[in-house]
Every structure is written in structure tokens, then in C-alpha cells.
């Protein structure tokens, strides 16, 4: 077997040879609001951009691909995009759908809450911007650039709204800077009186205050269940959504992780009503308390929702997280995960995580961790959240990151979840761990294929298998390795392939 780090295929420099087109086969928007999509593609630039039979209202700059402009009428419409550079062309079916709601493949993009906890701040935010720009994570889809909490400073503006402390000078720059590189800009509130984050007493000492603030403020409101009063953790009795959401509005503001627990029916309706009705397509992320008996809420109000814990870089988080947090709560999301409305596993823990206030530390998952979590995440499938220091990730971590066929798996225009085809442990009284512990997931794709994950989650590697007859294909499929980029030729009726400890594989099927 490979060694782990080997066993990524490498990925092409993103700003060298014959251009290729990246990115979902569906994205949506509403009609009459602010409408932006970077086409992701890779190439020697300079590169050139068509687009054919763009909806009325929009308008594409063939110099950067940045559609904008605003949709007139609701609709689907298919676009043929055109990239061209001096080695060639390349070309990719869009399907822009104007009314169907937002989300329609998982939200990919960065979170700033792993790399740099509460000393996040605008200089660190335009870095990650040009981290994903420099990359080329940008060019193969990575979108979103998500503030998290640590921004807040006191209530007032015009609009008696959440005001960003010293850290942040202008909002509106901030977001203009995000937007100009044909990215999407995203912040971070709570229904609470005072979110997680950090006490005020923290906040002072390290950048003058005020305290963190949410979009309610008073005495508890006892129709809300707190979960700590001396905090501030609770639902007050004034409400200031309306409020924020005006300026963010005016900050033109893409995408709001909204955080509290429990994540209850009643706050979400208040800020999913106010988003929904806005002047802006505005993606509504929650967290961290969700439960399955309001899916039905959360699939109206909300694009992502979460009801599991942080996700670290360790290895028993990543186990927790991917593997069994559904059967701990007796939840089964899956059946209700598809296009506009995904569970969320959380920002991927990979990558440089925090340390110092100005410093990130290598990652503490091995190469094969890394693997298993990226694989886990894309095939589920989860929204896939960068959180993480980009000006020193690795190249082995930039590959895992970039690869356009494992990010393919996760953008699949079907948003079918995967389901749990096998799941095997062995372990002996006298064994502290299972020495066998394998999970096998598959997903429908479009193009008549399946995706499989194969994952050894014990501590030796293993040998585990596939009957085809399980996905239906009694008459063979032809497999390709999608990490290591290669094909690897027809299988008949069973498919075998070597895991290594605490590794994954991923494959595709096609009969």
C-alpha cells in the first residue's frame, strides 16, 4: 500500500495549462435580488469567459467569469459556459435556477473560528480571502468567507443594530473586498442576549471591548429555555432581529451562521421570515442544538442545520462526529438531506488550527485521519467549511482540499445522501478496541454512478469488500479511485480494496 500522503493524486496548479470549468451543475437564486457567481475554473489565466442564454438581468464579465447583475423572472435556465485560454477551451452545462431556493449543492467555502478563535480580525479575514484566491481553492469552488463570533461590538448605527468592534473598522469595505474577488460574504449572531464566543471580560482585555451581543437583549423571556442566565445565554424579552438584519443587509451580507441551543422553532422563524423576505439571497446556517423533530422548521427557515458538537482535530471528534453522533441522539437525518437543506457535520477540522493569537499549529489528525474526514464530510454529503490557516497549509493538505473529484462527489446536482451500506466491528472481551471497524457508504450521483466510502476506523489496516448486487449493478461497473485519481478497470462482481488504519477510500461505480 501506498504511504498515506502519497496516495492523494496530486492536483494541477490552478493558474497553469489547458482551462477547465469546476463547480456544481445547478446553483440557485431568487428573481429580483443581488445575484453573484464566480464560474470556478482553473487554467493559465489570462482566461476568457462565455456564457450563452444568461437570464434577463444578468450579465457575465469575460474577464473574471463574475455573473451579476439580478434575475428578472423565476425559472431554470441552462447556460453554456465557455472558458478559453491559449491552450484551449474548455465548456460546462450550468443550470441557474431562478425560484427554487438557495443551497442547491452543499455551501463550500471558510470559516474563521478554528484558525483564529476570538482574534479574528479584518486584516486575518482578507488573508484568507487571498489564501483561497492564491490557492486555487477559490477557482474550484470554495465560495463563502465566513466571519465567526468575535466581531461584535456594542448596539447603535442607524439602524439601532450590532455594531462590529474595533477589530472590524468598516463592514462594508470588508465585504466590498470579499465581493470584488467574486466571493461571498458571511457573519455569525445568535438569538441570545450574548452569544458563545468569549465573557466581556475577555473581550475587554484583549481588544477594549464592549462584551459580545446578540439579537435579543433584557430580562430572559420565559417562553425561551436559557442555557445560562448569568451569562446572558438566553432568548431576552426584546428582540432585535429586524434590526440586524437591516445592516447586514446594508453590508450586503451573503451568509448568517446563526448559533444557540437549544436551537429552538420560534427563533429561527423570526430571522428565516426576515432573510427570506429581504432585498438579498442571505444562506442561514444554524447550530448547535438541533433535533430532529423540528426537521420540518428547520427545512423551511434554514439551508444548514447542526445538532452535534465541534468538530476538532482529533481523532475520537472526527469518530463522534461522522460516525456516530446520529445513533447517540437516535436521529436518522439522512432521508431528509437533499438540495436547499443539509445537515451539517460542521467546518471541516483540517489544516493549520489555532494556537496563538497570531499563530496556527499543524494539525494533530494524521495524513489517513485527514483522509477519513474529508471523505466522510464530501460523501455524507456536508457543506465543506474550510477553517483553517491557509498561508500554511501544506501540499499535501492542498490536495486533499482540492481535489476536483472528491469535491464533485459533494456537489452532485442530485443532493442524495449516502446511506450506510455495511458497518462491521469485531473486538473480544479481552480487546480494549475493536480490531476490525468498518463502515461502507454509498450515494446515487448523477451520470447513472455511485460513490462509495470505505472506512477502516480501527487501528490495523484492513481489506474490506463490496458486492455489486448491493448498489444493483449485477453486470459489473468500471471503478475509479478518486484520491488517487486513477482508473481501475472492471469489476464483475465483488469490488476489494486495501484501508489503511484509521483511513478511507473513495471510489466511483458506473456500469
Not at 444554524?286 to 476538532?312: Q, S
Not at 472481551?429 to 476490525?436: C, F
Request: net charge neutral; proline share 7%.
Amino acid at each position: 500500500m501506498l504511504p498515506s500522503a502519497s496516495r492523494l493524486a496530486a492536483v494541477a496548479p490552478w493558474d497553469e495549462g489547458s482551462p477547465a470549468v469546476h463547480g456544481p451543475d445547478v446553483y440557485g437564486a431568487s428573481a429580483d435580488k443581488p445575484f453573484l457567481y464566480a464560474i470556478p475554473a482553473t487554467g493559465e489565466r489570462p482566461l476568457r469567459f462565455q456564457a450563452e442564454t444568461l437570464p434577463d438581468g444578468l450579465r457575465l464579465d469575460p474577464a473574471t467569469g463574475h455573473i451579476r447583475g439580478a434575475a428578472h423572472r423565476e425559472g431554470d435556465f441552462s447556460i453554456l459556459v465557455r472558458v478559453e485560454n491559449r491552450h484551449g477551451k474548455a465548456e460546462k452545462e450550468l443550470l441557474i435556477a431562478v425560484g427554487r431556493g438557495l443551497a442547491l449543492t452543499p455551501p463550500m467555502g471558510w470559516n474563521s473560528w478554528n484558525a483564529w478563535r476570538r482574534w479574528v480580525d479584518d486584516d486575518k479575514v482578507r488573508a484568507a480571502v487571498d489564501g483561497l484566491v492564491r490557492t486555487g481553492l477559490a477557482a474550484r469552488g470554495y465560495s463563502y468567507v465566513n466571519i465567526d463570533s468575535c466581531w461584535q461590538g456594542g448596539r447603535g448605527g442607524k439602524h439601532n443594530a450590532i455594531q462590529p468592534n474595533r477589530k472590524f473598522p468598516d463592514m462594508h469595505a470588508l465585504a466590498k473586498y470579499i465581493h470584488d474577488r467574486g466571493l461571498k460574504f458571511g457573519i455569525y449572531s445568535s438569538p441570545w442576549t450574548v452569544p458563545w464566543g468569549c465573557f466581556e471580560r475577555t473581550a475587554v482585555a484583549d481588544w477594549g471591548g464592549p462584551g459580545l451581543i446578540g439579537c435579543s437583549s433584557g430580562p430572559p423571556d420565559d417562553d425561551y429555555t436559557p442555557a445560562s442566565i448569568p451569562t446572558g445565554q438566553y432568548v431576552g424579552v426584546e428582540k432585535h432581529e429586524p434590526e440586524d438584519v437591516a445592516q447586514w443587509l446594508e453590508w450586503e451580507v451573503d451568509f448568517l451562521k446563526y448559533d444557540w441551543r437549544p436551537t429552538d422553532p420560534r427563533s429561527l422563524e423570526r430571522m428565516g421570515r426576515l432573510l427570506k423576505e429581504s432585498s438579498r439571497d442571505i444562506v442561514l446556517s444554524i447550530c448547535t442544538e438541533a433535533r430532529l423533530k423540528h426537521v420540518e422548521t428547520y427545512k423551511r427557515w434554514a439551508h444548514m442545520w447542526r445538532g452535534i458538537p465541534d468538530t476538532f482535530d482529533t481523532w475520537s471528534s472526527v469518530l463522534t462526529n461522522a460516525f456516530m453522533s446520529d445513533d447517540y441522539h437516535g436521529e436518522d437525518w439522512r432521508p431528509h438531506i437533499g438540495p436547499g437543506g443539509w445537515h451539517d457535520l460542521d467546518m471541516l477540522a483540517l489544516g493549520p488550527q489555532f494556537h496563538t493569537a497570531t499563530s496556527t499549529c499543524p494539525n494533530r489528525l494524521t495524513p489517513d485521519e485527514q483522509i477519513t474526514h474529508m471523505t466522510a464530510w464530501a460523501l455524507y454529503p456536508s457543506p465543506l467549511i474550510l477553517s483553517c490557516n491557509l498561508d500554511d497549509a501544506s501540499e499535501f493538505e492542498l490536495r486533499l482540499f482540492g481535489n476536483e473529484e472528491v469535491i464533485a462527489v459533494n456537489q452532485d446536482r442530485l443532493g442524495k445522501p449516502a446511506v450506510r451500506l455495511r458497518e462491521e466491528r469485531f473486538q473480544s472481551p479481552d480487546e480494549k478496541r475493536p480490531r476490525r471497524n468498518v463502515r461502507i457508504w454509498a450515494r446515487p450521483l448523477s451520470g447513472d454512478r455511485f460513490a462509495v466510502g470505505f472506512f477502516n476506523l480501527a487501528d490495523v489496516p484492513d481489506e474490506l469488500s463490496l458486492d455489486l448486487k448491493t448498489l444493483g449493478l449485477c453486470k459489473g461497473a468500471r471503478v475509479r479511485n478518486l484520491w488517487e485519481r486513477r482508473d481501475l478497470g472492471r469489476v464483475c462482481d465483488r469490488f476489494v480494496i486495501s484501508v489503511p488504519a484509521h483511513g478511507a477510500q473513495l471510489v466511483t461505480l458506473k456500469s
